[in-house]
Every structure is written in structure tokens, then in C-alpha cells.
């Protein structure tokens, strides 16, 4: 459970970042970009327990879709000791991101076909040039 919420952390992480870089983005209610108000709410949920246990110090998330910042919040500190709130525009030094960054990429790239549900994705690996993995996609 902690190493899982430490990697969203981490790729909520970058992706603030990336997008704090970008262009202002429009603001869009949740269901207007096919997002749940609902689930988001469990989203925040689990944020603040991680934040409320003292395992993440602070988190911001950013969630944009179609263009579209549908979700923006903060939780817990940006500076405990200090007691400074963390706030959506805090600056992060970010470590070893790689491993969420790639993920993220592959999540998103086109090597995932809708038509037939599994396809091969190429990991680069020194060890084993020609290892692949698969991805299954759902359909519920």
C-alpha cells in the first residue's frame, strides 16, 4: 500500500509539474470531461489519510481531460515543521522519477489497441533486449 501510494504520488507529482509549465488551462466540472465527482472524492479520501497517517508530507494533484483542468487540490504541508499549507502552485524538487514517468508513457501510448484487447509493449531492458510485456485492457 505504500509503495502504491508513493508511485501515484509520484506521477500526480510529475504531472503537476509538466502542466505548471504549460499554458493556463481551462477549468471543467468533472463529468464534463467524463470524470466522477464521486470517485474523485475517494481519491481526496485516500490523499488525506496518507497525509493525516505521516506517510506523504504534502500532495498536490492536478487532473486535466480534453484539454481541461477538471481537478485541482492540495492536502497536508508544504513545509510541516514550518506549518506552511501545501498549496496547487508549490514547487517540488523531484528525485529519481523515471520509473513513474515511464509507466505513465506506457499507459498512454498506442501500444494498447482497443480492437483486440492485448498487444505487446517493447521494454528497453540491457539484460534482455527482447523482453516484452502485455497489456490487457479491460472492457468493464
Same mark, same amino acid.
Given at each position: ?11 500526480? @507529482? %510529475? ?7 504549460? &499554458? !493556463?488551462?481551462?477549468?471543467?466540472? #468533472?463529468?464534463? /470531461?467524463? $470524470?466522477?465527482?464521486?470517485? @474523485? %472524492? ?7 489519510? &496518507? !497525509?493525516?497517517?505521516?506517510?506523504? #508530507?504534502?500532495? /498536490?494533484? $492536478? ?78
Amino acid at each position: 500500500m505504500n509503495r502504491l501510494i508513493r508511485s501515484i504520488a509520484g506521477c500526480i @507529482l %510529475a504531472g503537476a509539474a509538466l502542466v505548471s509549465h504549460a &499554458a !493556463v488551462l481551462p477549468e471543467a466540472k #468533472p463529468e464534463d /470531461v467524463g $470524470l466522477s465527482s464521486q470517485r @474523485l %472524492a475517494r481519491l481526496d479520501a485516500t490523499m488525506q489519510k &496518507a !497525509v493525516d497517517s505521516g506517510e506523504l #508530507p504534502g500532495v /498536490v494533484i $492536478l487532473i486535466a481531460r480534453e484539454g481541461r483542468l477538471a481537478y485541482a487540490k492540495s492536502f497536508g504541508w508544504q513545509d510541516r515543521e514550518k506549518k506552511i499549507p501545501m498549496r496547487n502552485d508549490s514547487i517540488f524538487r523531484i528525485y529519481s522519477m523515471t520509473k513513474p514517468i515511464v509507466s505513465v508513457a506506457a499507459m498512454t501510448s498506442d501500444s494498447v489497441s482497443p480492437s483486440n484487447g492485448v498487444r505487446p509493449v517493447s521494454i528497453a531492458n540491457r539484460t534482455q533486449p527482447n523482453a516484452q510485456m502485455s497489456v490487457r485492457l479491460s472492457t468493464s
